[in-house]
């Protein structure tokens, strides 16, 4: 997120302040108000103790991974046969999330939208030109950090990834109870940006036991 507030100081364009969790929970409160008789699922389960907390980190969660109402709402008819139950509270969970998100951009800036925010400003950003990035200390990424890293590829000069996995595999050879399974998944997601962006790829580097420290 630094780096999204260094490229938003630079360029501008954000003109709206960041609200805390007290006000994204008031806008849930008025969210679900507005809508609690077309609610199917949720109507009576949105006055329990923790429901509004519990929503607040679902659309954390959704903003992370760049699912928006229109793509839960695809998903709801695909399920509305084999799981009805699911379909429905897809549905709740949509139309909820864009009220929500309709009152949050009226005036606010949710930093669970910054990244998403990052990526679309990067393209007309110049600060980063032939940069050179170190990445360190990830065992994986969320789609946004993806998207945000696929931009970076474009723009800079190179960008350095530093693993903890004992070996690099592509897709077709992960293990998913493999211990390094989410580490080997980031390595093998980021060579595949890199070739769909013809970046090119440098040979890795392994940092054995007789390496010098890590710094």
Same mark, same amino acid.
């Given at each position: &997120?630094?780096?999204?507030?260094?490229?938003?100081?630079?360029? @501008?364009? !954000?003109?709206?302040? %960041?609200?805390?969790?007290?006000?994204?929970?008031?806008?849930?409160?008025?969210?679900?108000?507005? %809508? &609690?008789?077309?609610?199917?699922?949720?109507? &009576?389960?949105?006055?329990?103790?923790?429901?509004?907390?519990?929503?607040?980190?679902?659309?954390?969660?959704?903003? #992370?991974?760049?699912?928006?109402?229109?793509?839960?709402?695809?998903?709801?008819?695909?399920?509305?046969?084999?799981? /009805?139950?699911?379909?429905?509270?897809?549905?709740?969970?949509?139309?909820?999330?864009?009220?929500?998100?309709?009152?949050?951009?009226?005036?606010?800036?949710?930093?669970?939208?910054?990244?998403?925010?990052?990526?679309?400003?990067?393209?007309?950003?110049?600060?980063?030109?032939?940069?050179?990035?170190?990445?360190?200390?990830?065992? @994986?990424?969320?789609?946004?950090?993806?998207? !945000?890293?696929?931009?970076?590829?474009?723009?800079?000069? #190179?960008?350095?990834?530093?693993?903890?996995?004992?070996?690099? !595999?592509?897709?077709?050879?992960?293990?998913?109870? %493999?211990?390094?399974?989410?580490?080997?998944?980031?390595?093998?997601?980021?060579?595949?940006?890199?070739?769909?962006?013809?970046? &090119?790829?440098?040979? /890795?580097? #392994?940092?054995?036991?007789?390496?010098? @420290?890590?710094?």
């Amino acid at each position: &997120r630094r780096l999204a507030y260094r490229v938003f100081s630079s360029m @501008g364009g !954000v003109v709206h302040s %960041h609200i805390n969790a007290a006000g994204k929970s008031m806008l849930l409160y008025r969210a679900i108000d507005k %809508h &609690r008789d077309k609610l199917t699922v949720y109507a &009576r389960t949105a006055d329990r103790k923790g429901f509004i907390n519990t929503l607040g980190r679902t659309f954390s969660e959704l903003k #992370r991974y760049m699912l928006t109402p229109e793509l839960l709402r695809e998903t709801a008819e695909k399920q509305q046969e084999s799981n /009805p139950i699911l379909a429905d509270k897809l549905r709740d969970i949509a139309l909820i999330y864009e009220e929500f998100e309709g009152l949050l951009h009226s005036g606010y800036i949710d930093t669970d939208d910054d990244l998403t925010m990052l990526y679309n400003k990067l393209e007309n950003c110049s600060l980063f030109d032939n940069a050179v990035f170190y990445i360190d200390e990830f065992s @994986g990424f969320t789609p946004q950090e993806y998207a !945000v890293l696929e931009m970076l590829m474009k723009k800079s000069n #190179r960008i350095n990834v530093a693993l903890c996995t004992d070996c690099l !595999v592509d897709f077709t050879e992960m293990d998913d109870i %493999h211990v390094f399974n989410p580490t080997q998944y980031a390595a093998a997601k980021l060579m595949e940006l890199a070739g769909r962006n013809q970046v &090119r790829i440098e040979k /890795p580097v #392994r940092l054995d036991t007789t390496a010098v @420290g890590k710094y």
